[in-house]
Each structure stands twice: as structure tokens, then as C-alpha cells.
Nanobody, 111 residues
Framework: AQIVESGGGLVQPGGSLRLSCTAS????????MSWERQVSGKEREFIAA????????KYADSVKGRFTISRDNAKNTVILQMNNLKPEDTAVYYC?????WGQGTQVTVSS
């Protein structure tokens, strides 16, 4: 199984970024997918999850109302739309599938 994240970068507070996760090597449409993030020296933190059908996504309280997770089962892709970004959102963001995570993509929110 392979997971590849992309879309990270540097953005000013209040800005937006769109992270993409492309998966292969397993039946994507059968599994819940999620996003997590990690700040150096801290534990990895759950951000959002989406069930195979895309219904009732789940969010951490820290991102609820600002982040949106979605998926395209035809393209084996999960998207994390991040709006109104804050400096405390700075972290490496990981996409998680049934067999683990990708390499992560760095998101830095700074003026």
C-alpha cells in the first residue's frame, strides 16, 4: 500500500491550503481515511476522518468549522481543505489509510 500527500506550504494566518492524499495498493473505497498532524516533539494529533461512503466526516474540535475533509473514490484521493489557518496549525500533515501513513507534507502558517 502507498500513500502520498501533497499540497503543503507556507501561508499567512487567515489563508487557505488544500492538501491532497492519493492512495494505492488497497481497495480505497472500502476503508475509512483520515488526516493527522504532528508538531516536532509532540504526539501525532487526529484532525479529520471520512468513512468509505463519505458520510458524516469527523473532525477534531481544534479544526471544526475551518477544515473540510472529502474523498473521491474513483480517483483514490482524499482532500483536506483548510481555511482560516492559524499559526497553531503549523505541523507536518499525514494521511492515514488502513496500513499506515504517507511521508507527510509540511504546513507552515506564519506572517
Amino acid at each position: 500500500a502507498q500513500i502520498v500527500e501533497s499540497g503543503g506550504g507556507l501561508v499567512q494566518p487567515g489563508g487557505s491550503l488544500r492538501l491532497s492524499c492519493t492512495a494505492s495498493g488497497f481497495t480505497f473505497s472500502s476503508y475509512m481515511m483520515s488526516w493527522e498532524r504532528q508538531v516536532s516533539g509532540k504526539e501525532r494529533e487526529f484532525i479529520a476522518a471520512i468513512f468509505p461512503t463519505g458520510n458524516t466526516p469527523k473532525y477534531a474540535d481544534s479544526v471544526k468549522g475551518r477544515f473540510t475533509i472529502s474523498r473521491d473514490n474513483a480517483k483514490n484521493t482524499v482532500i483536506l481543505q483548510m481555511n482560516n489557518l492559524k499559526p497553531e496549525d503549523t505541523a507536518v500533515y499525514y494521511c492515514r489509510g488502513p496500513r499506515g501513513w504517507g511521508q507527510g507534507t509540511q504546513v507552515t502558517v506564519s506572517s
